[in-house]
């Protein structure tokens, strides 16, 4: 009786053994299946429906960098301020070479970079020179722009920008920079400070003059505007040896 009830029991168990392996192997045979859904393939051309991380993850990863990401931080941080080295660097040139050809395109720009660092050099070297000139810098040149302006104006028919003249006019002051700096050293008040000073207006007024003539195609009328742009100048040739 007891060997008939343990054959039953192990004949149970081994029983129960071969439904579980054969559950094993339907369940490895059904997630080894290419198993597709029909519905992929219909509304969304082929695409896939619950979306694909890993083939995100591929495109992102092959995606090419933004080009700004290969310029230096100080060229995009110039050109977001819109600084512009190359073309200060051919205005300054043109400046201090009166005989030089102006380029139209270059000069007619708004750029007040250049000329702010000129009024304020030409204000510190007058103060270590022992003058304090700065509101009389800044106010001279506004005024003095405002005439230009009206005057340019007047004379071409294309017109020009207020920031243009400013640009231009700031940019010609170089050469009283460096008459100011003399003025450190030793005194103008003579015969060598006046013709000095004398040189430094022809100088000064015949670059804002060419430079303008070359923006606004002035032909003929250069000398024209260099005789404003001279009273002007003479101005500053005031504070700087007086």
Known sequence: MESGNLNYILSFFYKIGILMSTM????????????????????????????????????????????????????????????????????????????????GSIMNETDLTGPMLFCIALGATLLLAGKVQFGYVYGMSAIGCLGIHALLNLMSTSGVSYGCVASVLGYCLLPMVILSSCAIFFSLQGTIGTIAALIIIGWCSLSASKIFSSALTMEGQQLLVAYPCALLYGLFALLTVF
Do not use: C
Request: charged share 20%; net charge negative.
């Open 24 to 103: 094993g192997e339907f369940d490895s045979d059904f997630y080894q299946s290419n198993y597709i859904i029909d519905n992929q393939e219909q509304g969304y051309g082929g695409a896939d429906v619950y979306g694909n991380p890993y083939e995100l993850r591929e495109q992102h990863s092959t995606e090419l960098p933004h080009p700004s990401a290969l310029v230096p931080p100080e060229m995009i941080a110039s050109s977001e301020l819109g600084i512009n080295f190359d073309h200060i660097w051919q205005k300054t040139l043109t400046v201090l070479n009166p005989l030089k050809p102006a380029d």
